[in-house]
């Protein structure tokens, strides 16, 4: 078992930045952030390779968001910049044992129990 804990959630103004971390038990392979809006369904944000040289973004976030990690730490990041309301949602980091998995989330085996974004208008 890999436990995966998120943190670094908030409130936070229209336009404004924050910075998700994703502390894993042990060492990972490909990783990945996913998001819940409130009453809608889980969402992939996006994906990185166990090394950090592959990534993927949904269209949604591609040019405000970044995900990287720290395979030292065992810790996955995303940092999200120019955040707007509709990126309110519970995020979730994820974690699959190969070394990259894409946006499918029917790869990832171990699920972290998410941390609140809120953006206000």
């Known amino acids: 078992q890999v436990q995966l804990v998120e943190s670094g959630g908030g409130l936070v103004q229209a336009g404004g930045s924050l910075r998700l971390s994703c502390a894993a038990s042990g060492r990972s392979y490909g990783m990945c952030w996913f998001r819940q809006p409130p009453g809608k369904e889980r969402d992939f944000v996006a994906a990185i390779s166990w090394k950090g040289g592959t990534t993927d973004y949904a269209d949604s976030v591609k040019g405000r968001f970044t995900i990287s990690r720290d395979n030292a730490k065992n810790t996955l990041y995303l940092q999200m910049n120019s955040l707007k309301p509709e990126d309110t949602a519970i995020y979730y980091c994820?974690?699959?044992?190969?070394?990259?998995?894409?946006?499918?989330?029917?790869?990832?085996?171990?699920w972290g129990q998410g941390t609140q974004v809120t953006v206000s208008s």
């Open positions: 994820a974690a699959s044992m190969s070394a990259y998995s894409g946006s499918s989330p029917n790869a990832y085996t171990y």
